[in-house]
């Protein structure tokens, strides 16, 4: 058992989030070996899945995983649980707490699951938010250690909006040693809180640089995502003129390490922040990253059941 909850990288220290990727990696290794899992440790438990957001990896992996484990799961919509509207947040956690043994939640304002994880009195599982998408983080982190054999002395380039994944990737500096390069525009920053956060108590180093090149030099890693998130869409045309410079291509590759992988949480708009060309070569990684979602999420239930 860790903490109760898991909303962002920084809820978990680094010796936790390490056993989490480990786990993730045993787990991996046998369902693969044996198409099941010999432990079940969700069994007998009811999962609460509240998708505010449309979803593809995020809702087939943890419906999977659960099952994997033995589990339940609920598939529910905003429309049964309007958060904060047709109850307010502190009901509707104590509710659920009476009936699940856990919640995952994939939506907009990170102040509303802290709310639902203040007043549950079960595990809370952030999914996605406008803010951070830690889940994904942890898939892209067993994804480089199964590439690099290693996190730490790493250099990281996140290229694009500084939406919900520069943030995580910026929290997984307050966390690991890497050398984390943020390629942006001026007016697309990453959360200025998180950035000084990281910057203050984390082993990493963080730079925000306007150039690709700058940002990409040396990497071991480009990660990509993007221009506009979803619920930011009516940004799509304004994004794209202002990051059309840090579009993931074959030239700007040629500025990383020889075996730079590269990386991207999908849905892609291929042809805007990432180039075809790119995410089919011999560097992608991005199909391997979608799988571990699945093997990244079994290990945080599985951490966070009693």
């Known amino acids: 058992m860790t903490s109760h909850d898991f909303l962002s990288m920084t809820d978990w220290s680094r010796t936790e989030l390490d056993q989490a990727l480990q786990l993730a990696q045993n787990l991996?290794?046998?369902?693969?070996?044996?198409?099941?899992?010999?432990?079940?440790?969700?069994?007998?438990?009811?999962?609460?899945?509240?998708?505010?957001?449309?979803?593809?990896?995020?809702?087939?992996?943890?419906?999977?995983g659960i099952y994997q484990l033995g589990g339940n799961s609920l598939y529910i919509t905003e429309k049964e649980i309007e958060l904060g509207k047709r109850e307010t947040i502190e009901d509707a956690a104590r509710?659920?707490?009476?009936?699940?043994?856990?919640?995952?939640?994939?939506?907009?304002?990170?102040?509303?699951?802290?709310?639902?994880?203040e007043w549950a009195n079960i595990p809370v599982v952030n999914a996605l938010t406008d803010l951070l998408h830690p889940c994904q983080l942890m898939a892209d982190l067993q994804t480089i250690v199964e590439q690099k054999g290693k996190i730490d002395g790493l250099?990281?380039?996140?290229?694009?909006?500084?939406?919900?994944?520069?943030?995580?990737?910026?929290e997984t500096a307050n966390r690991w040693a890497i050398d984390l390069r943020i390629g942006t525009s001026p007016e697309t920053l990453p959360d200025a809180t998180i950035l000084a956060k990281a910057r203050n108590e984390g082993p990493g180093k963080v730079t925000v640089t306007h150039d690709a090149i700058e940002a990409v030099s040396g990497a071991d890693v480009i990660y990509t995502d993007v221009w506009a998130s979803m619920g930011a869409k009516d940004k799509t045309d304004i994004n794209a003129d202002r990051l059309k410079s840090f579009q993931v291509n074959m030239a700007l590759l040629r500025h990383a390490k020889p075996?730079?992988?590269?990386?991207?949480?999908?849905?892609?708009?291929?042809?805007?922040?990432?180039?075809?060309?790119?995410?089919?070569?011999?560097?992608?990684v991005v199909f391997d990253e979608a799988e571990n979602r699945l093997h990244a999420q079994k290990a945080i239930l599985s951490m966070l059941t009693e």
């Open 155 to 170: 250099k990281v380039a996140y290229l694009g909006d500084g939406n919900n994944m520069a943030n995580s990737w910026i």
């Open 259 to 284: 075996d730079v992988i590269v990386m991207h949480c999908l849905p892609a708009e291929r042809g805007r922040e990432i180039t075809d060309e790119v995410i089919e070569s011999k560097h992608s």
């Open 28 to 64: 991996k290794a046998e369902l693969k070996a044996t198409g099941t899992h010999k432990s079940k440790p969700l069994a007998g438990k009811t999962y609460g899945c509240i998708f505010h957001k449309a979803s593809l990896r995020t809702r087939i992996s943890f419906e999977t």
């Open 95 to 117: 509710v659920l707490s009476r009936y699940l043994s856990g919640i995952v939640i994939r939506t907009f304002s990170q102040n509303d699951i802290a709310k639902l994880a």
